[in-house]
């Protein structure tokens, strides 16, 4: 079984400020994808960024990056000079084996940004 | 662009009606998801298909069904409505070796 954890709700942050936010995670599948979702209060969910369990590096999309500490299960969204538009709900989640059949997403509550001028 | 749509933004039902959700992608996608959402919950999955016909239960099937008679469509199917059914549903589908799910813009279901 898979869990994604974020222990925070809300978080604000002031325009052209950076903010992490956290994603913990478990699972015994020994290869595994992470990705974070954003959804506007619009409703569509926005795929933002994606991290394989053995890439090396961190991934980096834009504003966006992923740090990754594997040895600490954690997956925590970077996003550096915050824009209003950033206000919105962000979701972590995992897959068991990233881009291989079927499998299914595993989300975790979400954090809700905001951006104050 | 990959486009995924659903039937209805907006639907308000009555308790003990039959309810359609339908989900309609346009990228040869062979993988299909339902998901809800519930604030403080997170998105669940409820069902999802990895090919025509073929169905697989999520973490909460119990009082849905699907259907999947072509590879474009996805259909929710609430047999009998109730009001904890109330909540936003999302669609979503995937190539078969990628990563990305691509989202629907979601349905907003009040059951009175």
């Known amino acids: 079984a898979q869990k994604i954890t974020q222990t925070q709700p809300g978080m604000f942050v002031q325009e052209k400020e950076a903010v992490t936010l956290d994603c913990t995670y478990d699972t015994s599948d020994p290869s595994y994808g992470l990705f974070w979702y954003k959804q506007p209060s619009s409703g569509e969910m926005i795929f933002l960024i994606y991290q394989g369990s053995y890439d090396q590096q961190n991934a980096t999309e834009g504003r966006y990056s992923l740090n990754f500490q594997k040895a600490r299960k954690s997956a925590n969204l970077v996003i550096s000079a915050s824009q209003l538009g950033d206000s919105a709900m962000y979701f972590c989640a995992m897959s068991p084996l990233p881009g291989a059949g079927s499998y299914q997403l595993t989300f975790g509550k979400g954090t809700k940004l905001s951006v104050i001028p | 662009d990959v486009k995924v749509t659903q039937s209805s933004r907006y639907l308000v039902k009555r308790t003990g009606e039959k309810v359609f959700l339908e989900c309609v992608q346009d990228?040869?996608?062979?993988?299909m998801f339902w998901y809800r959402q519930d604030p403080g919950l997170g998105l669940r999955l409820i069902y999802f298909?990895?090919?025509?016909?073929?169905?697989e239960k999520g973490d909460i099937p119990e009082g849905y069904s699907v259907s999947r008679e072509k590879k474009e469509r996805f259909s929710l199917i609430l047999e009998s409505a109730s009001t904890n059914q109330t909540s936003m549903y999302l669609c979503a589908s995937k190539r078969t070796g990628s990563y990305e799910q691509y989202f629907g813009p979601g349905t907003r279901l009040t059951v009175t």
């Open positions: 990228m040869d996608h062979e993988n």
């Open positions: 298909s990895y090919d025509v016909k073929m169905k």
